[in-house]
């Protein structure tokens, strides 16, 4: 493999290891086919507040890039609020991996605001996950206490969406 295809694969590494902290995930696994016998597999993980990166090629096993080269953009320290939204009996989780949307469509109000009152099946907002737009309905009816994800930004599945009270 040459030295401009190695340092093409260490930047997509490091782009991956962006994209994963950006977009809040634990995981990402992307496997590129440059021909019949040559791959690169990348798996990005994180595990409380650090990245791990594995990288096997198939037939080119020196392209392994080290932990230590990927993982130091996550060495920030972690500002997270005291209690697990996740453990919260109001939360709701979502369904499916995908990328939320809080309106319907761009400059529409969105479904919810913090503070508003909802009904059972009332959409809360949306998942769209493979071109598909799925409303994520509020299971029970109450107040919306916390809305813990942006519009546009991913989610995975059983993560927190909204806190209901």
């Known amino acids: 493999m040459t030295k401009?295809?190695?340092d093409a694969d260490v930047a997509f590494i490091q782009a991956l290891a962006e994209l994963l902290r950006e977009n809040d995930l634990t995981e990402l696994q992307v496997k590129r086919e440059y021909g019949e016998d040559d791959s690169l597999n990348v798996r990005v993980s994180r595990h409380q507040a650090q990245q791990v990166v594995t990288q096997v090629?198939?037939?080119?096993?020196q392209v392994?890039?080290?932990p230590a080269q990927?993982?130091?953009p996550a060495a920030e320290p972690a500002a997270e609020a005291p209690a697990d939204p996740a453990n919260d009996p109001g939360a709701v989780t979502s369904p499916m991996v995908g990328t939320v949307y809080m309106q319907a469509e761009p400059g529409a109000p969105s479904f919810v605001k913090v503070g508003q009152q909802v009904s059972?099946?009332?959409t809360l907002l949306i998942v769209e996950a493979m071109k598909t737009m799925n409303h994520i309905p509020a299971?029970?009816?109450g107040t919306v206490k916390r809305i813990l994800v942006d519009d546009g930004s991913a989610v995975e599945f059983?993560?927190?969406l909204v806190i209901l009270e």
């Open 4 to 6: 401009s295809n190695h």
């Open 57 to 61: 090629a198939a037939p080119q096993p």
């Open 64 to 66: 392994a890039a080290s």
């Open 70 to 72: 990927t993982a130091a």
């Open 120 to 122: 059972e099946g009332d």
């Open 139 to 141: 299971p029970r009816a």
């Open 158 to 160: 059983g993560a927190p």
